[in-house]
């Protein structure tokens, strides 16, 4: 978890009024910079406010409790067990901790029998883990930016509905640190490692890959069309590997009326994600292309994770490539070098 800094304690999108006071100083101030994480040596009087004191103190380290006789009793060993009493011995010593933690349970739990180490463990006590160095969670957050009435604690949770259904804001959690101002406008973690790293992310709608930039998608599965439709022979080896990657997207392949032709039928997909935002006065959304929003639905329910164009659309792929660079690709590009067939020697005798 990384540090915020708050920028307001005023929400726009809730409106109800703020318990923030300004005097108590386990509440954060305009412009300081916010923890969201209990620190290692902070004071006890910036614990979870929801304990008390005693129990705060009592419950700031990670503790052992025993457990109650009827849990008492032997379990399988952990793979992170297995593999630290494993590398003890001259067989860990010689594998390497890399190699060992590669290996299923299974395999360990083997490797460990044969080493003559129990693979179960007799149970009577276990962590219970402390606030110190954990995260604070939400209704820590929310307190410490006053917006958490202590009177009514009990009806705070993470999503509060009525009776009709309808998500009551003043008391789930979720709904009011999404209002946040610094929560609303926080990276995501692959933007904060390419900031750090100096590179700019532009994130695009989740839903279809395949209109992003000018038709990239179409682009990769057009090359990878072509790179399949070669045989095995010529992709042996890194030099003819590194060869035919290099001939499958380069511009000879990719030609300039592919890549316009690929890039015409991404802008369809964002007209029709435009067209989406316009509503017509009798409700019904507005048809501005030849892609409707029923084929965007079923493309979105029949794959729910990253996709290919060449999964989802090879027919035009192959058709364009076939209309432009001229290549069929129902058959090999290269046959290669005439297999010798090898048959029995026949005997003179």
């Known amino acids: 978890m990384r540090k915020c800094v708050v920028h307001s304690l005023n929400n726009r999108k809730v409106t109800f009024c703020s318990y923030h006071d300004a005097a108590n100083p386990r509440m954060v101030k305009v412009g300081q910079m916010h923890d969201l994480v209990y620190g290692n040596n902070v004071d006890i009087n910036h614990g979870p406010f929801y304990l008390a004191m005693d129990i705060r103190s009592c419950s700031r380290h990670d503790t052992s409790v025993a457990l109650s006789p009827d849990k008492v009793g032997d379990k399988e060993k952990t793979k992170k067990e297995l593999v630290h009493e494993i590398m003890q011995t001259s067989v860990g010593s010689f594998e390497g901790e890399n190699k060992l933690s590669k290996l299923t349970l299974r395999e360990l739990r083997k490797i460990a029998l044969g080493l003559e180490i129990n693979t179960k463990k007799h149970v009577t006590h276990k962590v219970k883990p402390g606030w110190e160095g954990k995260g604070k969670g939400m209704l820590q957050i929310l307190y410490e930016r006053g917006w958490i009435c202590e009177e009514h604690l009990d009806r705070y949770k993470k999503k509060v509905v009525d009776d009709a259904g309808l ?124 892609i409707s929003h029923s084929r965007i639905e079923n493309l979105q329910k029949s ?47």
Not at 255 to 275: C, E, G, H, P, V
Not at 306 to 331: M, N, P
């Open 167 to 290: 998500i009551v804001k003043e008391y789930s959690l979720g709904n009011l640190l999404e209002a946040c101002t610094d929560f609303a406008n926080e990276k995501t973690q692959l933007e904060y490692v390419c900031c750090c790293l100096g590179v700019k992310v532009v994130i695009t709608t989740k839903y279809h890959a395949e209109y992003a930039g000018e038709g990239i998608e179409y682009s990769w599965g057009a090359a990878k069309a072509i790179y399949r439709r070669y045989p095995l022979y010529s992709k042996k080896g890194k030099g003819n590997f590194l060869g035919l990657v290099s001939k499958c997207i380069s511009q000879d392949v990719l030609t300039t009326d592919l890549i316009r032709k690929f890039s015409q039928r991404a802008r369809n997909y964002m007209l029709t994600y435009k067209s989406l935002e316009f509503v017509g006065d009798d409700g019904d959304r507005q048809n501005m292309n030849t």
């Open 303 to 349: 794959v729910a994770c990253h996709r290919a164009a060449l999964d989802f659309d090879t027919g035009f792929i192959l058709q364009s490539v076939k209309l432009v660079a001229g290549l069929d690709l129902e058959h090999e590009v290269d046959n290669g070098p005439p297999n010798k067939k090898r048959g029995r020697k026949k005997n003179l005798a």
